[in-house]
C-alpha cells in the first residue's frame, strides 16, 4: 500500500498545493487533502482526525493566510499531539504566530520561497527519505528522461538550461506580439465607432504592435530568462501567455495617460511661445515672437520626448510586475533581486516595442 503524506494548507494556495501533490503522488506517494479526500456522508473532524493519526508525515504549507486559518493550526496540533512527523514548508513569507513556532520550531524547514521548485522538491524528498517514507521514481517515458529526473529530485542539483533561456526568450516575443497587437487594436476599433474617415490607416496599428511587440517582447523575454535562468526547465506557454492579457489591459491605459501628457505639453509650449509685443517695434516684435516659437517646440519636443519615454518605462514596469506576480505562482521562490531584472527588462522592452511600432507603422504607410 502506497505511503500517505497529509498536506495541510489554505485554499488560497490550491494552485501550489495539487502541483505538490501530483509530484508526490507520482513517487508513489498517497496524498491526503481535505479537497476531494472526505467523501460526502463522512463525518468531517473524524475523517480528518484518522488521516492525520494514519499518516507517514505531516506537511504544513506555510503562507500569510495559511498560519492564520484555524483549521490548519487544529490539523497541525493534531500531527503534533499524535506524534506524526511535521515538515514545516515556506511556501510564501510569513511571520509564524507563537502558537504554530512552539510546535514546528524544533523542525528543518523547507523553502520553497527561496530558490528554484525543483531544487526544493529535492530538499523535500531528502526529508521524507529521511523520515523512512519510500519513494518510487518518477515514471518518465525514457531511460534518459528517468535519470535526470532521479538526479533533479532525489540527488544532485541540475545545471542551468542555457538552451531553454535562450530558446524561451522566443516564446515571450510571441506572447508580447499577441498582446501589443491586442493593445493597437483599441484604436481602430475606436475609430470605427466614432466615423472616423481615415480607419483604413489605423488598421495598420494592429499590424505594427505586432511588429514592435515582438522585438520588445524579445528583449523582455532575454531578460526574464536571464534573470530567472534556474527556473529556464519549468517556465512555458503558461507562464508566457499572461502577457497577452497584460499589454491587452495596461497597453490601453498607458496610451490614455501618454495622450493626455502631450495635452499637457501642448499647453506648456503654448505658455511659453505666447508672449506679446506691447511696447516694441515691428522687428522685435517679429524677432520676439519667431525666438519664441523656437523655444517653445525646442521645450515641447525635449519635455514630450522625455516624458513620453519616462511613461513607456513606467507602464512596462508595471506591466512586469503584473508578469512576476503570475510567474511567483507557478513557481514559487522567486527572489526580490531576481524580480527586479524581470521588471527593468519589461520596461526597457517597452521603450524597444513603442519605438519599433512607430517604425512599422511609418514603413507600412510608406508602403500603402
Not at 476531494?36 to 493566510?65: N, T
Not at 506572447?175 to 475609430?191: D, E, M
Request: proline share 4%; with cysteine.
Amino acid at each position: 500500500m502506497a505511503e500517505r503524506v497529509f498536506i495541510s494548507y489554505s485554499r488560497k494556495d490550491l494552485a501550489f498545493v495539487k502541483r505538490l501533490a501530483a509530484d508526490l503522488e507520482a513517487r508513489g506517494l498517497a496524498v491526503w487533502l481535505d479537497k476531494g479526500d472526505i467523501h460526502p456522508g463522512a463525518e468531517w473532524k473524524q475523517a480528518l482526525e484518522d488521516a492525520v493519526a494514519a499518516c507517514a508525515a505531516f506537511i504544513l504549507v506555510i503562507s500569510p493566510d495559511s498560519v492564520k486559518s484555524p483549521y490548519v493550526q487544529q490539523e497541525l496540533a493534531l500531527a503534533k499531539s499524535g506524534q506524526r512527523p511535521i515538515i514545516p514548508l515556506f511556501y510564501r513569507k510569513a511571520a509564524l504566530p507563537p502558537a504554530i513556532e512552539a510546535q514546528v520550531g524544533g523542525h528543518q524547514y523547507v523553502w520553497f520561497n527561496q530558490g528554484g521548485y525543483a531544487d526544493n522538491f529535492a530538499d523535500l524528498a531528502r526529508g521524507l527519505v529521511a523520515l523512512a517514507v519510500p519513494l518510487a521514481a518518477a515514471p518518465e517515458l525514457t531511460p534518459e528522461q528517468l535519470a535526470a529526473r532521479r538526479r533533479e529530485i532525489l540527488t544532485d542539483k541540475v545545471g542551468i538550461a542555457w538552451g531553454a533561456v535562450f530558446r524561451k526568450s522566443f516564446g515571450w516575443a510571441a506572447a508580447w506580439s499577441l498582446g501589443w497587437a491586442l493593445f493597437w487594436l483599441v484604436f481602430p476599433i475606436l475609430a470605427a465607432l466614432f466615423g472616423d474617415s481615415e480607419v483604413q490607416n489605423l488598421a495598420l496599428l494592429p499590424v505594427g504592435g505586432w511588429a514592435g511587440g515582438a522585438l520588445g517582447g524579445l528583449l523582455a523575454g532575454l531578460f526574464t530568462m536571464f534573470a530567472l535562468r534556474e527556473f529556464a526547465a519549468g517556465i512555458g506557454w503558461k507562464h508566457m501567455s499572461a502577457s497577452i492579457r497584460i499589454w491587452g489591459l495596461v497597453g490601453p491605459v498607458g496610451a490614455l495617460a501618454a495622450g493626455m501628457l502631450a495635452i499637457l505639453s501642448v499647453d506648456v509650449a503654448s505658455i511659453i511661445g505666447g508672449g506679446g509685443c506691447e511696447g516694441l517695434g515691428f522687428g522685435d516684435c517679429m524677432g520676439q515672437l519667431i525666438g519664441g516659437t523656437i523655444a517653445a517646440i525646442f521645450v515641447l519636443a525635449l519635455v514630450f520626448l522625455l516624458a513620453m519615454l519616462a511613461m513607456v518605462f513606467l507602464v512596462g514596469l508595471f506591466a512586469g510586475g503584473l508578469a512576476v506576480r503570475h510567474i511567483r505562482r507557478l513557481e514559487p521562490g522567486i527572489l526580490g533581486r531576481q524580480a527586479a531584472w524581470v521588471l527593468v527588462g519589461w520596461g526597457l522592452g517597452a521603450l524597444v516595442a513603442a519605438i519599433a511600432s512607430l517604425m512599422a507603422l511609418g514603413a507600412l504607410e510608406a508602403l500603402g
